[in-house]
């Protein structure tokens, strides 16, 4: 597990779920994340392109700190 390097981060870099997955920061699937982020029971993804998503790491910090009682309000993050 490369946890280390996601604990390295500043709050505001973009991480995608490729790496979030290989590196173990998430503990399930990309499909249970998708799922998650339509619930509102994950961060909502940051549109960087057509073609590129990502996560802002202090979001994931929020989520990763008690994420059976986060929540992701409105404006949350612009898609």
């Known amino acids: 597990m490369l946890q280390t390097n996601f604990d390295a981060l500043p709050s505001d870099a973009i991480v995608r779920l490729s790496t979030l997955i290989s590196w173990g920061v998430i503990p399930?699937?990309?499909?249970?994340?998708?799922?998650?982020?339509?619930?509102?029971?994950?961060?909502?993804?940051?549109?960087?392109?057509?073609?590129?998503t990502g996560w802002r790491v202090g979001d994931l910090r929020r989520w990763l700190a008690e994420p059976t009682a986060y929540r992701c309000g409105k404006g949350d993050a612009a898609q």
Request: hydrophobic share 35%.
């Open 28 to 52: 399930f699937s990309a499909s249970t994340v998708w799922r998650k982020c339509r619930s509102g029971e994950f961060p909502a993804p940051l549109k960087i392109s057509q073609n590129v």
